[in-house]
């Protein structure tokens, strides 16, 4: 088989960056900063997934230690208006996920909430013991105004740093450092509104683990989707949307996350994933289903309950 040369072009798609966009009264918002990072906020307490901004080069990742940019973060916090947070998330502790977790949480005032491979992250950073908090799976936290429960969850093949983080890591590092340690699907509930929410960071997924959760919308990791046989798309959906009776979905991890956010967003190369693969069996089935599907628009606040 010929490998496919180039990339996706994202204004083949243009028509769905249409989550709806949050107004003055909007109970609670998400506002999607590349790959899995999202600000869950209802404008008095706050959560973030991941927290991945500083995004070095494909040259650096391959042939250097990997530090956090702090001036690219403290960037990305500005222009997201945050100054505190009630916990910083990683959905699994790759580089792409996790690699700046520990800073964004010493500059928010935010406890890191995930397995033991997250905790590693934070202690690397010398951040306090009494803010790693190691969960028990299936178990909701209570953070602020919201109640978080992280579900075990897998990675979709393949996985090219597999296992668990087992000593803090320490920056500068190698890539191969941030293991991927414990991936998660992310229910979070948003008390004062009643509002539900379903965050799978990367495509895959544990057979039956979501069974019996509710969350309306859902946003879905789609990172290495397209590179999978069609019957993988099929069980993801049915495993996802179709398990916890999703109405709208949003899919992410699908930014070359190569390139920093100041410049244009492009998606991921042929060589790593085939997001008109992606596009084409979802919208599919979203189609059967009933259910809207969107792709997200960097910076702005979105309403995807309305």
């Not at 996985?159 to 191969?176: A, E, L, N």
């Not at 997200?296 to 995807?304: E, F, I, N, R, S």
């Amino acid at each position: 088989m010929r490998l496919k040369v180039g990339r996706p072009d994202l204004t083949d798609y243009a028509s769905y960056f249409d989550t709806p966009p949050a107004s003055a009264s909007t109970p609670l918002t998400v506002t999607w900063a590349g790959v899995t990072t999202l600000l869950i906020d209802d404008g008095n307490s706050a959560v973030l997934t991941d927290g991945f901004f500083s995004r070095p080069s494909l040259g650096e990742v391959a042939l250097r230690r990997l530090a956090p940019s702090q001036p690219r973060i403290d960037g990305c916090l500005t222009r997201l208006r945050i100054d505190r947070l009630q916990a910083v998330l990683p959905v699994h502790t790759h580089y792409d996920h996790a690699m700046d977790s520990a800073v964004v949480a010493e500059r928010t005032g935010a406890n890191i909430v995930g397995g033991k491979s997250a905790a590693q992250v934070g202690r690397g950073h010398r951040l306090p013991e009494d803010r790693l908090v190691v969960v028990t799976p299936g178990e909701p936290v209570r953070l602020g105004a919201y109640d978080v429960t992280l579900i075990e969850g897998d990675h979709c093949p393949p996985d090219r740093f597999p296992g668990v983080i087992t000593r803090p890591v320490v920056p500068p590092v190698k890539v191969s450092a941030y293991r991927c340690g414990e991936a998660w699907s992310t229910l979070v509930h948003h008390r004062p509104s009643g509002r539900r929410l379903l965050v799978v960071g990367s495509a895959g997924f544990v057979p039956g683990a979501l069974a019996g959760q509710r969350a309306d919308v859902a946003y879905l990791g789609v990172g290495q989707l397209g590179l999978q046989p069609e019957r993988y798309l099929v069980d993801y959906w049915q495993e996802t949307v179709r398990t916890v009776r999703a109405r709208r979905v949003v899919l992410i991890h699908w930014d070359d996350f190569f390139r920093p956010l100041h410049e244009p967003l492009r998606a991921l190369p042929y060589a790593a994933d085939d997001l008109d693969v992606s596009m084409r069996v979802l919208s599919r089935l979203a189609h059967e289903d009933g259910v809207a599907l969107h792709l997200p628009t960097l910076w702005q606040p979105a309403d995807p309950w309305s």
